[in-house]
C-alpha cells in the first residue's frame, strides 16, 4: 500500500465578482511510497502549494480524495507536518515552545516535552537559542525551528512549502543539506514543493514536474543519485544532465503560460 495515494484530484476556484471561474488544478494522480522524498517542480501559478494545501486538509478538492494509510484526509491533522514559506512561529513563544507548542496540544507529559524539544533542538543546530524569541532569530534559524517543529510530532508525512524561497542563496544552501540530512536519518515521506530546478534534484528521489496552469503531471522523474548527498553532487555531469532535461520541460511550460 502507498504511503500516500492522490486520486484524481481536481481544483476549481470560483470566480469572483461573477467572473469565469479559475481552474487551478486539472484532475491529479499521484502514488508516494513511504519513505520517498518526493520533490513538485511546475511554473509559477501551476497549482504546486493548491495540491500541497490538499494534502495537508487546508482545502478542499473539487473532485478525487486524498488518502494516507488508507485513510481519506478530512482536514488538517497531527499525522502530517506543514512548513510554509512564510515564517509563521507564534511570536510571543520562544524557540524550544514554539517546537514543544504541538506535543503541548497532545498532552504529552512535559518531562517528555522537554527530551524531544532536546533533541530536535540539537539536530537542526540551534542549541543555546533556546530562550531566543522568533525576532531575534534570522531567516534561516526560523525555518530550522519550523521544521524542527514539525519534526517533534512525529507526522506521518513531512509537507514542505518552498520553505527556503525566502532565504539568501547561501543560507538556502546549508538549508537544504540540513534538510537532506535530517531525511537521510529518519527517512520521514517527503513531498516538497519548489520552483528551484537543482533544488529539486539535489533532494528527491523523484522529481514530479507540473505544467502550466490549470495543473497537471506532465512527467515523473526519478533521480538515480547516490546517497549521503554532498552540495558538491551540484557539478558532476549526472546532475548537469538532469538539470538540462528538467530546464526544459520548465522552459516549454513557462513559454506555453507565457502565449495564453
Known amino acids: 500500500m502507498s504511503k500516500l495515494l492522490i486520486e484524481g484530484v481536481s481544483r476549481v476556484f470560483p470566480g469572483v465578482h461573477g467572473g469565469a471561474p479559475t481552474r487551478a488544478l486539472e484532475p491529479i494522480s499521484l502514488s508516494v511510497a513511504a519513505n520517498d522524498f518526493i520533490a513538485i517542480l511546475g511554473p509559477s501559478g501551476c497549482g504546486k502549494s493548491t495540491l500541497l494545501r490538499i494534502v495537508a486538509g487546508l482545502d478542499r478538492p473539487t473532485s478525487g480524495r486524498v488518502l ?88 506521518e508525512i513531512m509537507l514542505l512549502d518552498e520553505p527556503f524561497g525566502a532565504l539568501d542563496t547561501q543560507t538556502r544552501s546549508l538549508m537544504q543539506e540540513l534538510l537532506l ?23 528527491a528521489s523523484r522529481v514530479v514536474v507540473m505544467s502550466a496552469r490549470p495543473g497537471r503531471i506532465k512527467s515523473d522523474v526519478p533521480i538515480d543519485l547516490p546517497h549521503p548527498r554532498h552540495y558538491t553532487m551540484k557539478t558532476t555531469a549526472d546532475f548537469s544532465a538532469l538539470k538540462a532535461r528538467l530546464t526544459e520541460e520548465i522552459r516549454v511550460e513557462v513559454l506555453a503560460a507565457g502565449a495564453h
Open 181 to 203: 540530512d535530517i531525511w537521510e536519518r529518519e527517512r520521514k515521506t517527503v513531498l516538497f514543493v519548489t520552483h528551484d530546478i537543482e533544488e529539486a534534484i539535489f533532494l
Open 68 to 155: 494516507l494509510d488508507g485513510r481519506a484526509v478530512q482536514g488538517p491533522g497531527a499525522d502530517r507536518g506543514m512548513v510554509f514559506q512564510s515564517y509563521t512561529l507564534f511570536p510571543w513563544l520562544t524557540v524550544a515552545q514554539n517546537i514543544a507548542f504541538g506535543l503541548r496540544e497532545r498532552g504529552v507529559p512535559e518531562t517528555d516535552r522537554q527530551a524531544i524539544v532536546a533533541q530536535y533542538v540539537e539536530r537542526v543546530g540551534l542549541k543555546g537559542f533556546e530562550r531566543h524569541w522568533p525576532r531575534q532569530l534570522s531567516g534561516g534559524m526560523q525555518q530550522r525551528t519550523a521544521i524542527a517543529r514539525a519534526l517533534a510530532n512525529n507526522p
